[in-house]
């Protein structure tokens, strides 16, 4: 029990752990991605993972939410040990993934996709949440019998965060919001992940912007080849003219 508690609380008065990831070794086949990596993310924060194409981040999401299962190490979810778990029962337990490509169902409504995500919830529960989403992204309740394929990709890009936010998850996690996206439709994305960091969601968000994310990230990470390089807050990157330079390009 005394484990559990350390795997929790790492002091008493600071945030709750709510998901840990401790010595992660993971890849594709022989390819190793990731390399003993370790990764604590606290109840409330926005924990932004920055670093360019090949750094593991995409690969970092795929192993919490199960879909790439570890060759090393152990992920925790609120003191209990998640690895190896099927991705349906880690999002079961409130974990939430906007994946890279928005993996939306073309051919449905805005509404529908929505929906589905909370197929075994009532009506009243599905209104709720529907209405937090319209509330973040006005766009999308404009857009609710449109079908998902004929919507920019703006739009999409919304709709994708929206169902990852429809079953209220304890931890939401972001796979590259903005890729893509000219600036404009970039800020607007980014407006409703400010406003829903206001509740006090908490956000695992991986990008390659670096100026769209740090002004709503508590903490950073950087990654390069599978490994940290660099963490600590925006305002300490900032004052770090070798990293900001060699991996932000600002």
Not at 88 to 114: C, Q
Not at 190 to 209: N, P, Y
Request: glycine share 8%; charged share 25%.
């Amino acid at each position: 029990m005394s484990r559990l508690l350390n795997l929790i609380w790492e002091k008493e008065g600071q945030l709750l752990l709510i998901l840990s990831l401790k010595n992660i070794t993971a890849g594709y086949a022989k390819a190793i991605v990731l390399e003993d990596m370790n990764l604590d993310i606290h109840e409330g924060e926005c924990h932004a993972v920055l670093g360019p194409n090949g750094a593991g981040k995409s690969t970092l999401l795929k192993v919490i939410t199960g879909s790439v299962i570890p060759a090393k190490g152990s992920i925790f979810f609120l003191g209990n040990e998640i690895t190896g778990r099927k991705t349906f029962e880690i999002a079961r337990m409130g974990v939430s993934l906007s994946p890279e490509n928005r993996r939306l169902f073309p051919d449905l409504s805005v509404k529908e996709n929505l929906e589905i995500a909370m197929v075994y919830e009532s009506t009243k529960s599905k209104k709720n949440s529907m209405d937090f989403v319209f509330e973040i992204f006005p766009r999308l309740k404009e857009r609710i019998t449109q079908k998902a394929g004929t919507m920019s990709g703006g739009e999409q890009q919304m709709l994708a965060i929206g169902r990852a936010i429809m079953l209220n998850p304890k931890v939401l996690l972001l796979d590259e919001p903005s890729m893509g996206l000219a600036h404009v439709i970039k800020e607007q994305i980014f407006e409703g992940i400010k406003k829903i960091r206001s509740t006090g969601k908490t956000i695992l968000i991986v990008e390659q912007d670096a100026t769209m994310v740090m002004p709503i990230a508590d903490k950073i990470s950087i990654f390069e080849h599978g490994k940290i390089k660099w963490e600590g807050n925006p305002k300490d990157l900032t004052k770090d003219n070798s990293i900001r330079n060699a991996y932000l390009g600002i």
